[in-house]
């Protein structure tokens, strides 16, 4: 069974930064798609990072240029940084897996794709 750590939110002021960590184990799978997910006040999951079975990154627009997933395989340990942050950003952030899995490309945003979840951790960001 597949599981996933989150760790590192916190509270920022706007155009702070923060990295999230989330710790993976129990991953037997060859191929599968990883990211970063967050959910705001009174909206649905959404996508924000991932790195797809090819081990391609693929952003969503609103992370573009101002976030960066990264993982280190040695130590099982997938990475968000964030910079940059605005208070839109505030949000419960997870860390999402679809294993296994060889889908590639944008479709590795589809938040329906993932069946593997952590507990999440709060992200509050302040104006």
């Known amino acids: 069974q597949v599981q996933l750590v989150e760790s590192g939110g916190g509270s920022v002021a706007a155009g702070g930064s923060l990295r999230l960590s989330c710790g993976v184990s129990?991953?037997?799978?060859?191929?599968?798609?990883i990211g970063w997910f967050r959910q705001r006040p009174g909206k649905e999951r959404e996508a924000v990072a991932v790195?797809?079975?090819?081990?391609?990154?693929h952003y969503a627009d609103s992370a573009k240029g101002r976030f960066t997933i990264s993982r280190d395989t040695a130590k099982n340990t997938l990475y968000l940084e964030m910079n940059n942050l605005e208070p839109e950003d505030t949000a419960v952030y997870y860390c999402?897996?679809?294993?296994?899995?060889?889908?590639?490309?944008?479709?590795?945003?589809?938040?329906?794709?993932?069946?593997?979840w952590g507990q999440g951790t709060q992200v509050t960001v302040s104006s």
């Open positions: 790195i797809d079975a090819n081990d391609y990154p």
């Open positions: 129990g991953m037997i799978y060859s191929y599968y798609c």
């Open positions: 999402g897996a679809n294993a296994p899995s060889t889908m590639s490309g944008i479709q590795a945003l589809t938040v329906a794709e993932y069946r593997f």
